[in-house]
């Protein structure tokens, strides 16, 4: 079975799982293994990869609406070098930081491919899920959607800027700010395109989008071929990990947020669409 | 640097780090990485890696004196084939279901190795550490050791025995219930040599233990070679999930614990010996 229909599988058998964070009691929690062939682009420092691997569960804390308290993750690697071990923790360490969650440790794990693991957790009496939206809701993004997919493209001519442009910041305190006015939230790790989808079918609910109001990362254009490249790299790549919410009141959002917020279209009855045509419920092949 | 080296470095990097749990605030949270070249046998199920790998996080739980509350794991494999999926979960499930905490899920990742990243979270607020141990108390240990030694060993003879076997009980009950009288806590996976050595350096303290009051598996017997194989069976090779902890007052433990308690020996002032020997600082090579 592919991805999918595995994790659908998951998602039956344990009532808990399916969205961004397991909810036990006031604590969120969350997990993900990330490696080298799929993750870390050669070039990817060290820094960046505790950075950013810790950064991606705290980003599904983000998409709660919790509060990040705690991160721990797991160091797999086929040694041990002091320096890019060091380097690590930094970036764990830093990316906790910028959300206020402490870096509590981990464990390492003798390990053939460069594999972490991390696990964030949250606290929040008011989850938002991915199963309220309604009709007639504007749904919004924060800050710049295509970023990761610049920093992807960038990794052979300028290693230094796709370091960069992979050490996001966590939404945790967007996400914060704007869960008592959402409906409904997720974050975009799997792209713009497939959060609509996944957040249409829990709230039972479409979506009318305009890809003209898309906050697009301005390395998109730097790094894309066309116009039509660049709007692939925007809408499907992913890997990037803002947030995608609905809401009844997006003036208000905007003015609460401490990032910028884009309406980028609202909430329908059914389907998903782009300026009128279906937008494909597809990632990014890479 | 090797791996104890590394995790030398990371306990200096992280105060919160170097127990057998993090502590963040009342919650008590472990992580660890399990793979298929080291971790388990060909012939171990899907099901028996579930439960093997979210029991070995719940066992650091229980090494704190903490309740378990929930765990989380990612399931990493080249492909997702949905019996096995399904057998893992069910592993999961099951073992949490021992200790009282729910598995509310985590993620998938395609990783060349089989490959489980497993986190547990627990409440307490009174976690044991491993630094209270003081000279004249007892120092003792929970259930048998040497049953995963004698598993390992029966995967290729008798597959469902050792799969049997590779299942152990998270002592979480047994924690909670020793917790108020243990002055230091830990977990055998490290073998019970390793294990009295790491409770020495972190209490300043030594202990001095009889071979003959150590509560060998029957399993042992079964398996070794001879009685020097046995004894290196059940002193070193460890991954067993036994509480090893100090007390002052054994008589009273051993009545309130769910499970058999043996008092091995006492705590000194400094050093390891074993029947007078001084005992080595080493696990099983395996």
Redesign the interface.
């Known amino acids: 079975?592919?991805?999918r229909?595995?994790?659908g599988?998951?998602g039956d058998?344990?009532p808990?799982?399916?969205d961004d964070c397991?909810?036990?009691?006031s604590?969120v929690?969350?997990?993900?293994?990330?490696?080298e062939?799929?993750d870390f682009p050669p070039g990817t420092t060290r820094y960046t990869a505790g950075w950013r691997s810790v950064g991606a569960s705290l980003s599904d804390v983000a998409a709660m609406g919790a509060a990040a308290?705690?991160a721990?993750?797991?160091y797999?690697a086929p040694s041990?070098?002091?320096r890019e071990?060091?380097d690590f923790?930094r970036g764990a360490?830093e990316v906790c930081e910028t959300t206020g969650a402490?870096?509590?440790?981990?464990?390492?794990?003798?390990?053939?491919?460069f594999?972490v693991?991390t696990?964030a957790?949250g606290e929040t009496d008011t989850p938002v899920m991915r199963d309220g939206a309604t009709p007639g809701e504007s749904v919004c993004v924060t800050g710049r959607i295509g970023r990761s997919a610049g920093g992807f493209r960038l990794f052979e001519t300028d290693p230094e800027r796709a370091n960069e442009l992979f050490r996001f910041e966590p939404r945790v305190a967007a996400g914060r700010a704007v869960a008592p006015h959402a409906s409904a939230m997720m974050d975009s790790s799997d792209g713009l395109a497939r959060s609509l989808h996944q957040l249409g079918e829990a709230s039972d609910c479409g979506f009318a989008v305009e890809y003209d109001r898309f906050p697009v990362h301005e390395s998109v254009e730097t790094v894309a071929t066309d116009g039509t490249d660049a709007r692939e790299l925007a809408v499907h790549f992913g890997e990037d990990f803002e947030l995608v919410f609905t809401t009844d009141d997006p003036e208000h959002v905007r003015e609460v947020s401490p990032v910028p917020v884009s309406v980028i279209g609202e909430v329908i009855e059914a389907g998903v669409e782009m300026d009128g045509e279906p937008l494909p419920d597809r990632g990014y092949t890479h």
Chains 1, 2 share one sequence.
């Open positions: 079975m592919d991805e229909a595995a994790l599988l998951i058998a344990l808990d799982a399916g397991a909810v036990v009691g604590t929690i969350t997990t993900d293994m990330l490696h062939t799929t308290t705690a721990v993750a797991v797999g041990f070098e002091e071990l060091r923790l360490r402490r870096y509590v440790g981990g464990d390492l794990d003798g390990h053939e491919e594999t693991a696990t957790m």
